[in-house]
């Protein structure tokens, strides 16, 4: 997937920091064809509702259908829905997928995954609707290294596609993206100091303006994260397993430009 080429070092600095809000999470896998239910319940997140929640449900067999998949059928605190299906198998290496809001069919999108050449990664995205509103990406891996190029409809007004690449040795990552006709770029790399600890960092610049932001991070055992950004915030995560399939995460984050200080709970159950 191209956008998950600079995810050895990003999923260091994005992943697991509840720095903000009061969060309650549940998934629970049941015997109704193996359907999983999944819950997101902010606390207190405003005046109006003190439990707003997000549902969640998996059914690999719908109603012991086999023919097909629910990835996905969501329901917001909104009230909006967020439906995702898929079906393998219709040819080797096919992957076929349907995303819909449930609300407007002009809004739902088709898209088709291919795998059947080693290495290499292909697909395409459309709105059902409209056709010529889609995403198409290319990845292909050859040994240490990984490239994809990504194009949207502006392509056919001469648009350039955005590029990405990366590279993998030992303990050592770094990746490379350009996207907005190349004129965005942003850099990350990954280094495993001890089977313990990694440190990530990322940097961002555009052609006009030159260096736009950064961001330098370090993961401890899996559970303990600090990072710190040019804007001037720093963020600290601790997760603690309280049993099997009960964890408590915390965070805290202290903006040093404005001296704005947030913090953040969430305990998970699976």
């Known amino acids: 997937k191209f956008d998950d080429i600079p995810k050895e070092a990003t999923s260091v600095l994005n992943d697991d920091y509840q720095t903000a809000g009061y969060q309650l999470k549940t998934k629970q896998k049941t015997n109704w064809q193996s359907a999983v239910f999944s819950t997101q319940v902010d606390v207190?997140?405003?005046?109006?509702?003190?439990?707003?929640?997000?549902?969640?449900?998996?059914?690999?067999?719908?109603?012991g259908c086999p023919y097909f998949c629910v990835d996905k059928l969501e329901m917001d605190k909104g009230g909006k829905f967020k439906l995702e299906a898929s079906k393998d198998g219709l040819a080797k290496g096919l992957k076929v997928e349907v995303k819909s809001d449930l609300a407007d069919l002009n809004k739902v999108v088709l898209a088709k995954t291919y795998t059947g050449i080693d290495n290499t990664s292909v697909k395409f995205e459309c709105k059902a609707t409209n056709p010529k509103d889609f995403t198409a990406e290319v990845t292909y891996a050859q040994k240490q290294v990984t490239g994809g190029l990504k194009v949207g409809s502006a392509v056919l007004k001469g648009g350039l596609p955005d590029v990405g690449v990366r590279f993998t040795q030992g303990p050592f990552f770094a990746a490379l993206m350009a996207s907005k006709d190349l004129s965005t770029f942003a850099a990350s790399a990954a280094y495993k100091a001890t089977p313990e600890v990694k440190v990530a960092a990322t940097a961002s610049?555009?052609?006009?303006?030159?260096?736009?932001?950064?961001?330098?991070?370090?993961?401890?055992?899996?559970?303990?994260?600090?990072?710190?950004?040019?804007?001037?915030?720093?963020?600290?995560?601790?997760?603690?397993?309280?049993?099997?399939?009960?964890?408590?995460?915390?965070?805290?984050?202290?903006?040093?430009?404005d001296g704005a200080l947030s913090y953040g709970v969430q305990l998970s159950l699976e």
């Not at 736009?212 to 601790?238: E, F, H, I, N, Q």
């Open 205 to 257: 610049a555009t052609k006009k303006g030159g260096f736009s932001a950064a961001t330098v991070g370090v993961l401890c055992k899996g559970l303990y994260r600090a990072k710190a950004s040019t804007d001037g915030s720093v963020c600290m995560s601790a997760k603690y397993l309280v049993a099997p399939g009960v964890s408590a995460l915390g965070g805290v984050k202290y903006g040093s430009k």
């Open 44 to 63: 207190f997140a405003d005046d109006k509702c003190s439990t707003p929640a997000k549902l969640t449900w998996k059914l690999p067999q719908p109603f």
